[in-house]
């Protein structure tokens, strides 16, 4: 980064011409200096403000069977966390259950478990034998499950398929929410429940997807209340909120045109890269016991700044014609050259932050402008 920084000022200043009024060795200077301060600054917010729980956690995923959830689940093994991932199915869950205790090589514990989160029972049924499959109290649930629905307008959709999306996000998230918050209240140290947000969650349009934003703008403000609510409890739980962004998954992909799949390479992460950020934060925010945290993936300035490299990502994961052009989810863990590449965005994404990625361009545009402005200033006027 120091190298970086200081080749980067050194080469902007050249461009402009104003290299003959000022010493090359000044950007340079200046670029390899703002370039160790960021990178020691970072590290120091990593040390400081990154914590790791003194204990390995308890985690349910609701959701935890494929997607981002699955991500999730993963990341928190590696960690040499205990996870118990839910699904419709006993199959699927039983089955992502075993794939992720093999990609784990025994580090933390991984169980699978039906649960359909809009039926009461079965979520009570969940709550009651999660403790035991897991090894003790639950410390971490996050509301992962959801079901984006048809891709078409809402007059156009039965009222069972907009029942359907409103009964899994929202129900759902309603469900969990209470049964969670009422076994984290009876228990020593309480506990964290995270809601996922999705496309509307800050109140923008979702066409053809009516039913489902409706359902995660819903979210942002259960988040509010339940924080009034909490308060309450004999014991501390700590409500928040996870913003994955678009994530290449089915529920994405469903309905997507040949335009839109463009955009997608824009601004789309596969879900291990988005899990590789969510989960680390996720743990230190336990650490630190915050609550009412918003942890999101794809922030307003992120992209921004994709849009603004747009070029760097043409072809990433659609070809010009819209077909996919990316390796399974197999392929991009296990084959010795995927996973080396998949690792690499891992721990990008992992050291993210987005406050120094900010503070860091706006103090080479800085230095850039005053070494120009100092190099215009000093330059003979012409005729002279």
Known sequence: MVVGSAWLLSVSVQLTGA????????????????GAMSLAAHEHGVRRLW??????????????????????????????????????????????????????????????????VSNPDSVEGLMDAASELVGGPIDVVINNAGYSGSFQSLSTQTPEQVQQVVQTNLLGSLLVTRAAMNRMAGQPGGGHIFNTEGAGSDGSATP????YGATKCAIAQLLKTMQHEAAGLPNPVRIHNL??????????????????????????????????????????????????????FLTPTRALLKFLTAPLHAG????KEGRAVYAPERERLLSATQAKKTRRRQQHAARR?????????????????????????KAPAPGL
């Open 51 to 116: 914590r790791s729980p003194d204990t390995p956690l308890r985690v349910l995923i609701t959701g935890g069977s494929s997607g981002v959830g699955k991500a999730l689940a993963r990341e928190f093994l590696k960690c040499g966390d205990s996870v118990l991932v839910t699904s419709r199915s006993a199959a699927g869950s039983q089955a992502a259950a075993e794939q992720l205790r093999e990609e784990a090589g025994g580090g933390g514990r991984v169980m699978g478990m039906e649960c359909d």
């Open 316 to 319: 990433k994961y659609f070809d």
């Open 353 to 377: 932050s987005i406050h120094l990625q900010v503070a860091y361009s706006f103090c080479m545009a800085l230095s850039f402008l005053l070494i120009v402005s100092d190099a215009v200033a």
């Open 208 to 211: 053809q997807y009516a039913a």
């Open 243 to 296: 913003s994955p962004g678009m994530v290449l998954t089915p529920l994405l992909l469903d309905g997507a045109t040949t335009q839109t799949k463009q955009v997608f390479n824009i601004l789309c992460e596969h879900p291990e890269t988005v899990a590789a950020f969510l989960v680390p934060r996720v743990r230190s925010t336990v650490a630190l016991g915050h609550a009412g945290r918003a942890i999101r």
């Open 19 to 34: 290299a003959s009024a000022a010493p090359l060795w000044l950007p340079v200077l200046a670029g390899g200096v703002l």
